[in-house]
């Protein structure tokens, strides 16, 4: 009796021991749940070394002959069965592995790409190769693999990718010439040179349309105008603007200087015109070449500071119906166990519904400093003519014009006089004018041109020192791209897996883990105990 109970010992720490294995995998092999499947794995061996000691040892010879007899036969061709079943498991899910083929069933699609996005990759006429360096503040690596292997399952023999540690291989960073604000490399094309493009958006939408601009081939140019002490956009100090020009190639677009004094007129194949913050003074004819080019369908982006710029980018904002105020915002701030403080770096909100302001969130901003009023001019605008203020300051904020108490340097002061402008306060203008084709007399007017003007009143939010905070480098792109024409791409609505259970309590979750995993178990010990018994004719 006492023999058949110890034997049972054995057989009931193989029992609790598998248990405890098969619990260790439910909860992950960590947290507070690990406790339980650790006592089992600890009172299963414990009890099979007892049984083995007490019972094991002293039967050796029988169970040797157990061993060779009927019984070991059966267990030897139980186990063939067992490995070959789990061969057979192994095979299915290499080729499973090897040829992937999904079935999306959920409501919102999580686990598929949009029609628009396979369309673009099963048109690829070259191949494109895909980078993603991983980055603290970037998505999980598993994120990043299931949505390029979504693309991938698209068009297997054009789409290619890999996922890139910068500390493993530090060498592909600069093989791929990424920059800080970037972490996505893009690259079509079988010949040199090949389309590349870069990004600091992981999501489908962004990397579609990064797609399609691939695809267009020829890069577009934009211009930058020198001769009138711009800041350099080659220059890697924090004052100058190179990180924005790398920006600019990222989007597979050319930034290229232009001297005024030396052109006869604007290039042909100017996209956009980008005018930073001019020291010193224009030539009659420079104006007017910059506003015959806009009148005629160009695209200009202004960029001012109030410190420093040519007053005579008034003159040439004004011609387009944006005035350039003669003062500074100055904004009200919180500080951090502090009270309220007057500042001259407004945090602006980026929401709106124009075209560059679209795809910002709620809580996406941007950091002005020392930053004027833009506004519309309503006495200068038509039925052809579409002007609107893009960004604003917050309700604390007002236009300073007592300037020269703001910028004293020994004792700066600023109050709210009755000729500022009180807050919300515009700091930048868009301004859009359909163009009227030559007609046939009596004939109805239509449009084939459209020119854009983008005036802001600040020029240092978008340098080196700047561009990578919040969302400066995400609105300046927004800009150069729509007045670059490059605004449309696709939307891509996010996708979102839609719950239909609601979470449930510490408490209820043990309840439902003890009666799904220490209930079944000691019903099944009650079970093969009451059979040893029987067994045993006990």
Known sequence: MKSDKIHFAGIAGVIVFLFGVIGAFIVGFQGAGIILPAVHLC???GLVIFWFFAHGLSHWRGTSEVVRGRTARFSVNAITYITLFLGVIIAANYLATRHDKRLDLTEEGIYSIAEQSK?????????????????????????IKDL???????NPSKFSFEIIDPQAKPHLVEK??????????LEYGDTDPKAISRLNDFSEEALTNAIIKLRKGDEKKLYYVQGHGEPDIKSN????????????????????????????????????IILNSPRKSFVSQEKEMLIKYVDAGGRLFIAYDPQVSNPEIKEIAS????????DIIVDMVQRLFAGPALGVQPIVPLNGTHKILERFGEGDVAIFNMTSSVRVDETNQDAKKNCQELIKTGPNSWAETNLKALLDAENPSASRDPDDITGPVSVAVVCEKSLEKAKAEGAEPSFDKVSRVVVVGDSDWFANGNITQYSA???VLNIVNWLAG??????IRPKQMRFSAAPIERSQYMLIFLGSYVIPELILLAGLYVWWRRRNGN
């Open 148 to 154: 390029l292997n979504l693309y991938k399952n698209a």
């Open 176 to 185: 791929y010439g990424m920059k800080t604000g970037s972490f996505i490399y």
């Open 237 to 272: 100090k924090p004052g100058g603007f190179e990180e924005f020009s790398n920006a600019i190639t990222d989007e597979h677009m050319k930034l290229e200087p232009l001297v005024l004094a030396t052109s006869d007129k604007i290039p042909d194949d100017a996209a956009a």
């Open 43 to 45: 009172i299963g061996a």
């Open 473 to 475: 480098r995400d609105l």
């Open 486 to 491: 490059e605004e449309g791409g696709i939307s």
């Open 119 to 143: 369309t673009v990759i099963k048109n690829l006429q070259a191949s494109l190769k895909v980078a993603v360096f991983k980055v603290a503040s970037g998505p999980e690596p598993e994120r």
């Open 319 to 326: 011609h387009f119906g944006i005035i350039l105020g003669n």
